[in-house]
């Protein structure tokens, strides 16, 4: 089984996101490593920037998780479910 890593911080604080993305951020964002690949998933505002900057293979709209921030409903384990349930619709055949 591949190894899975989940990190959510803001790189501007965080020297282990930063050090694993080289993306600059004050706002905390999910960073996921699976096996070798790297993903970050950015906010609507960011994306454009994270694509340029960030030193990962894949950038992804927040989607769920953001919509689950304005209503202020996620703390760290909600945002692990809805990654979860992201990773679970990537791995599935005709995702």
């Known amino acids: 089984m591949t190894e899975a890593r989940l990190i959510i911080a803001a790189s501007a604080r965080d020297a ?3 050090y694993a993305t080289r ?3 004050p706002d905390p964002f999910p960073f996921i490593q699976v096996g070798t690949e790297r993903i970050i998933m950015a906010s609507d505002l960011e ?3 994270a694509k340029k ?3 990962v293979e894949r950038v992804l709209i927040e989607g769920d998780l953001s919509r689950a921030k304005r209503k ?3 703390d760290k384990m909600a945002a692990a479910y809805i990654l979860q349930g992201f990773m ?3 791995r599935s055949p005709g995702a």
């Open 23 to 25: 993306f600059l951020a």
């Open 72 to 74: 202020k409903v996620v």
């Open 16 to 18: 282990d996101v930063f």
């Open 88 to 90: 679970d619709r990537e």
């Open 47 to 49: 994306l454009g920037r």
């Open 53 to 55: 900057q960030a030193a």
